[in-house]
């Protein structure tokens, strides 16, 4: 059972176009990072948002928390070909000092020059 | 600073052989989680080392297994090797807070 559902799975667009990808959840997260990946390399972690309603500006990355905890979103203004990369959102669910990351299957970014 | 390393970088093995990772945390770090990740997947979480103990897993089967020696480092081991097991494994750290950060991966090929 896949726990966060990203979309779009795939988005190719052109250098300075704005763009929106989206993580859902029917569970509550203590917390939601989005992480960068390159092909062959491990993620990168971005933000980390843990309040309900948050937003967190990254330069042209701007992240939100839902009210609920339950999903998040990431804009990307004028995107860039080094935003390329597969985008993926994690959940963390806290017990006690446990913290045990649920990933989506993440949108993979094409920007084209 | 040095961040979360793994090694090694890419392995080839045979089914039904035996296989070591090897992670070292990002300084500071004393928790260590490994994960799974299948081409075209997220990583999906095999389990967490604390305190040289296994703190939770996720859904994998005893032939996945670790240990985490006194420096923090940890080893993943993994028995009885499948075609399905071929995958990058990753190895994240956190000093117990919410963030993780991971490592270049693992890539293994099961022939």
């Known amino acids: 059972t896949q726990l966060l559902e990203q979309s779009p799975q795939f988005l190719s667009i052109q250098e300075g176009e704005n763009l929106t990808v989206y993580c859902n959840s029917s569970?509550?997260?203590?917390?939601l990072q989005w992480y960068r990946q390159e092909p062959g390399e491990g993620p990168v972690l971005l933000v980390t948002?843990?309040?309900?309603?948050e937003v967190k500006k990254l330069k042209r990355l701007t992240f939100q928390f839902g009210d609920a905890r339950k999903d998040s979103s990431l804009h990307i203004t004028a995107a860039q070909p080094g935003d390329t990369g597969l985008y993926l959102c994690?959940?963390?669910?806290?017990?006690?000092?446990?913290?045990?990351?649920?990933f989506g299957k993440g949108t993979l970014l094409t920007v084209n020059p | 600073d040095a961040g979360v390393t793994q090694s090694p970088t890419h392995l080839i093995k045979t089914r039904g052989q035996q296989v070591t990772l090897r992670c070292s945390p990002k300084?500071?770090?004393?928790?260590v989680s490994w994960y799974q990740q299948a081409l075209g997947q997220g990583p999906q979480f095999i389990f967490q080392?604390?305190?040289?103990?296994?703190?939770q897993r996720g859904n994998f089967p005893d032939r996945f297994s670790g240990h985490q020696f006194p420096n923090y480092s940890s080893e993943l081991n993994v028995n009885a090797l499948l075609l399905g097991d071929s995958a990058l494994y990753l190895c994240?750290?956190?000093?117990?807070?919410?963030?993780?950060?991971f490592g270049p991966g693992t890539r293994l090929t099961v022939t």
């Open positions: 300084s500071g770090h004393d928790t």
């Open positions: 994240a750290s956190t000093a117990g807070g919410y963030e993780q950060y």
């Open positions: 948002v843990v309040t309900g309603g």
């Open positions: 569970s509550v997260f203590s917390s």
């Open positions: 080392y604390y305190e040289e103990e296994e703190r």
């Open positions: 994690a959940g963390a669910r806290s017990g006690g000092s446990n913290y045990k990351l649920t």
